[in-house]
């Protein structure tokens, strides 16, 4: 599908602020991309589209899942905004007809994180993080340490802010979450430092 389309349909779907966000985490996982094996096109497609149901009402993005046979578990009851991901992916393959089941899963989990993600649904999760745009402090230091950090421990580090943040601020935390994190740590990868 060509690029243009794909912003056309984004365009639609999400506000102007949001818009940018979406360029942004294209052009972060794009030049991550040959650092974690991804194709750049897939990694562009993915990174466009993984915010396209971040707008939906609460309200629409429960009904949508239940339409679509999405599980919705106790958190997504109590955040159905974490639902944007999973819902996002079905209306990207029944709108724009994408089957890929690797865009599909990266928009799906971009979120949470989650364990035994394929690269470029890892890629999508860190490069939604530290894309230019996000300007708190703990992103612009990712951001300008993720070219030297090897692929696991960016995504180890993109998991402990994740979690430190969602902790700061009282939010749920997601079993995925802990789950990606441990699955990391598990497999002998740690933080080094910061
Ligand atoms: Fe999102
Ligand atoms: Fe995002």
């Not at 094996?37 to 993984?50: K, R």
């Not at 530290?130 to 950090?149: C, D, H, N, V, Y």
């Amino acid at each position: 599908m060509e690029r243009q389309q794909i912003l056309n349909f984004l365009e639609t779907k999400v506000s102007k602020k949001r818009y940018q966000h979406c360029l942004g985490v294209e052009q972060t996982a794009v030049s991550l991309a040959p650092r974690y094996n991804v194709d750049p096109q897939l990694a562009s497609v993915a990174a466009l589209l993984h915010d396209v149901c971040r707008e939906y009402d609460p309200d629409l993005l429960l009904q949508l899942a239940s339409k679509f046979d999405i599980l919705i578990d106790d958190i997504a009851r109590a955040e159905p905004i974490l639902l944007h991901g999973a819902v996002g992916a079905r209306i990207v393959k029944e709108e724009l007809g994408i089957e890929d089941n690797q865009i599909l899963e990266a928009i799906t989990y971009h979120i949470t994180g989650a364990p035994n993600l394929c690269a470029l649904s890892n890629l999508i999760f860190i490069a939604d993080y530290i894309e230019p745009g996000r300007t708190f402090e703990q992103a612009k230091l990712l951001r300008a340490e993720a070219f030297g950090l090897e692929p696991e421990e960016l995504l180890l580090r993109v998991f402990n802010n994740t979690l430190h943040y969602v902790i700061d601020r009282h939010y749920l935390i997601h079993p995925n979450t802990i789950a990606g994190r441990n699955e990391l740590i598990m497999k002998g990868y740690h933080q080094n430092n910061g």
